[in-house]
């Protein structure tokens, strides 16, 4: 089954791409492409509003890259977490629940979040 992973980057680097999948380096969770797609479904429009990178801190986005890796920077995370915990309250999911704890840990270290997509 697809799914998508969700990491800590400890040592940001500025203009590095981070274009390959390395999920152990990040100590990633996983969570299942149905229920992430459904989230993004429906919260689409906020999802949207998130700035974040793709790849690489010079290539400037919004949401995830359902297919890609995207940076999401530390400025972006409340709101992101904000729009897990809307979710997870529709959804009930141990792995959106965890996504949460994930991106609360990324909020309290100051530290940015890694997306990888299917």
Known sequence: ?????????????????????????????????????????????????IKTYLQVTTQPGNGLDYCGVTLIPPESLKQFREIIIKANSYYQSQELQSLV???????????YLIHYGI
Do not use: Q, R, T
């Open 1 to 49: 089954m697809a799914k998508h992973d969700f990491g800590i980057i400890d040592s940001f680097e500025e203009n590095k791409w981070y274009s390959d999948y390395e999920p152990e380096k990040y100590n990633c969770i996983s969570v299942h492409d149905d229920l992430l797609e459904e989230m993004i479904i429906k919260y689409n429009e906020e999802l949207m509003a």
């Open 101 to 111: 704890e994930k991106v609360s840990n990324a909020i309290s270290e100051n530290k």
